[in-house]
């Protein structure tokens, strides 16, 4: 493949990356959450270049992004609840699971043969521009080799992916910094994985608590796999120091090498999460030592991702 292109996120830039998308291939963008690598979701070559290019297990289902909810309801089986939770969270960092309808027209490799679909609408204003100037749903995990440190900027997704896809749109650091949040819709709303958006914010719109998925459930959904957001280096949580070989990332007023927030907040936590890990890990350490984050809040969608990234691989 020839070098990968970075594209500015203006309008040249977004035409030829929808012009690289109805060609078949492949290309990283911004959204508020992480970089996605994006490919035409109707697509079996495509979407087969997105496991290929990433590395992926194919039992590992993508997320499909749309503009807006008209948009949504084209693909999946449209519910009182989804209408509910699109009105309050759409655009945003809410990825929605409901049953496929029968005339969905996707690649069953999107969905790893799952009567399901995982679908997003999201915030970022490059990414609502590429969808509607590519004028298709676009599959898209994060734009990074499979099981590593997911990117939250261009630079993120050159150092793993460049050369193996055709181009990425440059809009900048992601705002978010975490994914999205993946909620089930089946009989009872459940908590799919944790993500940029609060569970708290969710079942307040609900009006109720989100079933939780078991630890030992199947795959469903994306982001469910046990070792995941992983550095090359080892990751030890819960740590108050530095053992001899490590760096510190730690949380709160404390002595560290990079810290996610020294005043303790979970938003700019979650925003820094991905960033300070590439940046220690570009320093090759013998290990990343994680200090305790709070179970709250954004804090479940922390500590989920680093609790994947110092799984055993």
Same mark, same amino acid.
């Given at each position: 493949?020839?070098?990968?292109?970075?594209?500015?996120?203006?309008?040249?830039?977004?035409a030829?990356?929808?012009?690289?998308l109805?060609?078949?291939?492949l290309v990283?963008f911004?959204? #508020?959450?992480?970089?996605?690598?994006g490919?035409?979701?109707r697509?079996?070559?495509?979407?087969?270049?997105? %496991?290929?290019?990433?590395?992926?297990?194919? %039992?590992n289902?993508?997320?499909?992004?749309?503009? /807006?909810a008209?948009a949504?309801?084209r693909? @999946? $089986?449209?519910?009182?609840?989804a209408?509910?939770?699109?009105g309050?969270?759409?655009?945003?960092?809410?990825t929605l699971?409901? =049953?496929?309808r029968?005339?969905?027209?996707l690649?069953?490799?999107?969905?790893? #043969?799952?009567?399901?679909?995982?679908i997003?609408c =999201?915030?970022?204003?490059?990414?609502?521009a590429?969808?509607?100037a590519a004028?298709a749903?676009?599959?898209?995990? +994060?734009?990074n =080799?499979?099981?590593?440190?997911?990117?939250t900027?261009? /630079?993120?997704v050159?150092? &793993?992916?460049?050369?193996?896809i055709a181009? @990425?749109?440059?809009? &900048?650091?992601?705002?978010?910094g975490?994914? +999205?949040?993946?909620?089930?819709?089946?009989?009872?709303?459940?908590?799919?994985?944790?993500?940029?958006?609060?569970? #708290?914010a969710?079942?307040a719109?609900?009006g109720h608590?989100?079933?939780?998925?078991?630890?030992?459930?199947t795959?469903? $959904?994306?982001?469910q796999?046990a070792s995941h957001?992983a550095?090359g280096?080892r990751?030890?949580?819960?740590a108050?120091?530095?053992?001899p070989?490590e760096?510190l990332?730690? %949380?709160?007023?404390m002595?560290?090498?990079?810290?996610?927030?020294?005043?303790?907040d979970? @938003? #700019?936590?979650?925003?820094?999460?991905?960033g300070h890990l590439?940046?220690?890990?570009? *320093?090759?350490?013998a290990?990343?030592a994680?200090?305790p @984050?709070?179970m709250?809040g954004?804090?479940?969608?922390?500590?989920? *991702?680093?609790a *994947?990234?110092?799984a055993?691989?």
């Amino acid at each position: 493949m020839p070098e990968t292109e970075l594209l500015s996120a203006d309008a040249p830039g977004i035409a030829r990356a929808a012009a690289i998308l109805g060609d078949g291939g492949l290309v990283a963008f911004p959204t #508020e959450t992480v970089y996605g690598l994006g490919g035409d979701a109707r697509s079996d070559l495509a979407v087969a270049g997105i %496991f290929d290019a990433k590395g992926r297990p194919r %039992f590992n289902p993508l997320i499909v992004h749309v503009p /807006d909810a008209d948009a949504a309801r084209r693909y @999946v $089986a449209w519910s009182e609840t989804a209408d509910r939770l699109a009105g309050a969270f759409w655009p945003g960092a809410l990825t929605l699971v409901l =049953p496929l309808r029968a005339d969905h027209g996707l690649s069953p490799l999107v969905t790893a #043969e799952l009567p399901t679909l995982a679908i997003r609408c =999201p915030a970022h204003p490059v990414a609502t521009a590429l969808l509607r100037a590519a004028d298709a749903p676009l599959a898209a995990p +994060s734009a990074n =080799p499979s099981g590593r440190i997911s990117p939250t900027t261009p /630079d993120h997704v050159l150092a &793993g992916l460049s050369g193996r896809i055709a181009a @990425v749109l440059d809009g &900048g650091a992601c705002t978010v910094g975490l994914e +999205s949040t993946i909620v089930g819709l089946g009989h009872t709303p459940t908590l799919l994985r944790p993500g940029g958006l609060p569970a #708290e914010a969710i079942e307040a719109a609900l009006g109720h608590p989100l079933a939780r998925r078991a630890a030992n459930d199947t795959l469903t $959904a994306p982001g469910q796999m046990a070792s995941h957001y992983a550095p090359g280096a080892r990751v030890r949580l819960n740590a108050t120091e530095a053992r001899p070989g490590e760096l510190l990332l730690g %949380f709160g007023a404390m002595e560290c090498d990079l810290n996610l927030s020294p005043s303790g907040d979970l @938003v #700019e936590a979650a925003a820094n999460l991905f960033g300070h890990l590439h940046a220690l890990d570009a *320093r090759a350490p013998a290990g990343i030592a994680v200090a305790p @984050v709070p179970m709250k809040g954004l804090g479940l969608a922390i500590n989920d *991702r680093l609790a *994947r990234a110092a799984a055993p691989r």
